[in-house]
């Protein structure tokens, strides 16, 4: 039985009863080589959530823009956009990528509101803002459950894989199908218990991928403050934050090739490919 403390999707990293298969392990990959003296310099980090709060001390200055998707008649309009958090959330997410990866760029894609609530088509053309503005991560600690627009982010995940960008998605809290969470292309992450930021496990039975501490996390929070939280929103940017040390330290990788990395350095038991026969 799943831990209803925990959020969905957590029980392969969390649940001592379960068996995870070996994760791939690639000759020669290391934690060292992986990310051993990188600090994300020259990464640009984009947050779609509810703001940045630019003055916060645990975000050090690093937010170099801020924008927001306005509702208009016509549809969707990306805008210029104040530093400011409307909830915390953002800024919450922003802090824990900048705490693995101190020197990345942080852009704020304000696309939720004071009740950590918005349209998916706010969602939706924020993320196409990211991908034209090229970023080369993007933090999405959100999701919809809406089925109509599950095609238009199957197409904005694809465009976004295919033109080298990492979407890092957090999990439904919730057992529920959510979008672009449980695509593919997206690095998926839930949530384990383990408080290491460090800890990071892959699973070989997706659709969630991997894991990240995400249960009573210290977090930053509106209003210069902080606290604790739990959820999936809060194991993302951990992994956000290693995949812009990975891409730092080798520029111009995959999605595809940056995610077999995690994989091999990940904190599964066995070192031993499962088909490999044994001498």
């Known amino acids: 039985m799943s831990d209803p403390y925990l959020p969905a999707w957590s029980e392969p990293f ?38 940045l709060e630019n003055a916060h001390p645990r975000l050090n200055g690093r937010v170099i823009e801020n924008v927001a998707v306005e509702m208009t008649e016509d549809g969707p309009r990306v805008v210029p956009d104040e530093p400011v958090d409307l909830f915390g959330h953002g800024t919450a997410c922003g802090a824990i990528i900048l705490s693995l ?37 993007c933090n999405l600690s959100l999701s919809s459950k809406s089925e109509t627009l599950y095609p238009v982010f199957h197409d904005l995940v694809d465009r976004a894989y295919f033109s080298s960008m990492a979407l890092v998605s957090a999990a439904n809290n919730v057992p529920a199908p959510s979008y672009p969470s449980l695509f593919s292309s997206v690095f998926s992450v839930a949530a384990h218990g383990e408080p290491d ?36 929103s809060f194991a993302a940017p951990h992994i956000a934050g290693l995949v812009a040390r990975i891409l730092s330290k080798h520029p111009g990788l995959t999605p595809f090739e940056i995610k077999a990395i995690l994989a091999s350095v990940a904190d599964n038991p066995g070192r031993r490919h499962p088909w490999r026969r044994r001498r």
């Open 14 to 51: 969390t649940n001592p009863r379960r068996t995870l298969r070996r994760s791939l392990r690639v000759r020669g990959v290391s934690r060292e080589w992986a990310w051993g003296g990188a600090t994300g310099a020259g990464i640009q980090v984009g947050i779609i959530d509810s703001g």
């Open 101 to 137: 990866a101190p020197e990345v760029e942080l852009v704020s894609i304000r696309v939720l509101g004071a009740d950590l609530r918005g349209k998916g088509t706010a969602f939706a053309a924020g993320l196409e803002w990211a991908i034209e503005r090229g970023l080369p991560v």
């Open 197 to 232: 930021p460090w800890r990071v496990y892959y699973n070989p039975e997706p659709p969630v991928e991997f894991g990240a501490w995400g249960v009573d996390v210290p977090i930053a929070w509106k209003d210069g403050g902080s606290t604790v939280a739990t959820g999936n």
